[in-house]
């Protein structure tokens, strides 16, 4: 899929930003075939700047990189929509969004980097770093555990420690993967794999 740049005299295409976990608009830009090209190359969002009259990669200055997951064009083929991981808060002002829009929910993939956060910076009062700290084996252990405490809630009747124990299991989980060096993602293309 190439978009028609042709549409437009000045060549550029106006590219919304989404954000691919959360559904989030995150801005507007515009893309020139170069910086269509480039954006496919690299997997990161690069635009053409109107003002600057250059191609600008966002988070080249702020390391907020917006990482393609997905391009769609519509259905004139002359509009772009572009599904990220961003790297962090989108606008220049600090903001999640160009539209002042929060986009901090609290997700798994927020979680996950919170984890990766502990393990590669450790803190001495932090639990998840502190079971990075005891190795693989006991965080391998602790799933098990949390994993048996899940099955023997779900034989009764109370939701609360259901969940409660559904939360432990799933947040350990992460964990093992974090140490493991893999990601829910790895995960979920597997999942994705055997769906078709």
């Known amino acids: 899929m190439i978009p028609d740049f042709s549409k437009y005299s000045d060549g550029l295409v106006p590219t919304i930003i989404q954000d691919a976990n959360t559904g989030k608009v995150l801005m507007l830009g515009f893309m020139n075939a ?9 997997g990161k ?35 772009l929509l572009i599904k990220v991981n961003p790297a962090g808060p989108v606008c220049h002002t600090g903001a999640d969004t160009c ?3 929060d986009n901090a929910g609290f997700t798994l993939k927020k979680l996950e980097n919170i984890i990766a956060d502990r393990k590669n910076r450790p803190s001495d009062s ?6 990075f700290g ?5 965080i391998a252990q602790k799933v098990g555990e949390e994993a048996v ?9 109370n939701d609360v420690l259901f969940l409660g124990e559904a939360a432990d299991l799933l947040f350990h989980y992460l964990v093992l993967l974090q140490a493991k060096n893999h990601s829910l993602e790895d995960v979920v293309q597997i999942l994705a794999k055997r769906h078709k």
């Open 134 to 138: 005891k190795g693989i084996n006991k």
């Open 99 to 101: 539209f002042n829009e």
């Open 126 to 131: 932090s639990y998840t770093s502190s079971l």
């Open 34 to 42: 170069e910086a269509f090209q480039r954006s496919n190359q690299e």
């Open 149 to 157: 405490e899940l099955v023997i809630e779900s034989k009764d009747t």
């Open 45 to 79: 969002v690069t635009f053409y700047s109107r003002s600057k009259q250059r191609l600008w990669t966002k988070g080249d200055t702020s390391g907020n990189f917006l990482f393609i997951k997905e391009i769609i064009s519509d259905c004139d083929n002359d509009t």
